[in-house]
């Protein structure tokens, strides 16, 4: 039979290299677990907990593009204000019942008489849940041109999230409306109620003049610094010049963005 015997300094030294691999495997330990047990979620970049796509669909706020249809634009038109500058305007409707965006860039085009790109105008907005819609940008020079056409459309990758349209379920209410005409400078006044539980933020409104057929013939925007639970506040527009023909019907959209509220 062989003895091997160990002097004291080898056993200190064993021991010391015992309690230092026992360390750094807790330190191992503790920088693996998390990694290896954490659990799926909506920003590791992987496909997993059942959601449609890679950190979209299923339990995710974020839709997946299969889940979405773009935004129709309805129309886009160029409103005159005075001689040579407009009102940039287009109407678009949001089929999405249960998804928007919480901002989306885009791009006007405008073209001259001769279908000639005048110039562009671009901005940032919201695109609400399952409703119709208006994007007006003010006062587009033209110089020396007239405009024939305008062209609307999203640009980027807009990034749809579940939004239920919980506030075209509230009682927000718009008036009879009342065109006039000071001077042939027109108006349109209307009362804008907030019969909900809720204060409203601020909010740009957005009207849309129609004609006897039903033709666009003139928009205008104003802005309101919130509307307060049951109160009623006055949206007032005006233009420089006089209309091109007699309004018959109208549309104000109040433009409240649903992801600034908490409901």
Known sequence: MIHIYMSWASKRQATYLSIVLFICGLIIFAILYP????????VDGKKNAGELGVDCGGV??????SQVSEPLVLWSR??????????????????????????ASYEFRVYDTNNKLIGRR???????????????EPRFETGQSDVRSVSFGFTGSPVWMKKAPTLQTLPIRVGAGLVGDDSGSPTFTTQLSNQSIYDMPAFDA???LYDADHNAIQASKTHKEGLVSNAT????????????SQPVTWDVFPMINPFSVSF
Do not use: D
């Open 35 to 42: 990694i290896i047990s954490a659990k799926p979620t909506c």
């Open 78 to 103: 160029a409103f005159p204000v005075v001689p040579h500058t407009y009102n940039l305007v287009a109407f678009i409707e949001n089929q999405n019942k249960g998804g928007g965006v919480e901002q």
């Open 233 to 244: 506040t006055s949206l007032f527009f005006t233009w420089p010049e006089p209309l091109s």
């Open 60 to 65: 995710c706020m974020r839709l997946c593009s």
């Open 122 to 136: 671009t901005g940032t907005t919201f695109i609400p849940p399952n409703q119709q819609f208006a994007i007006l």
């Open 206 to 208: 957005v009207v849309i």
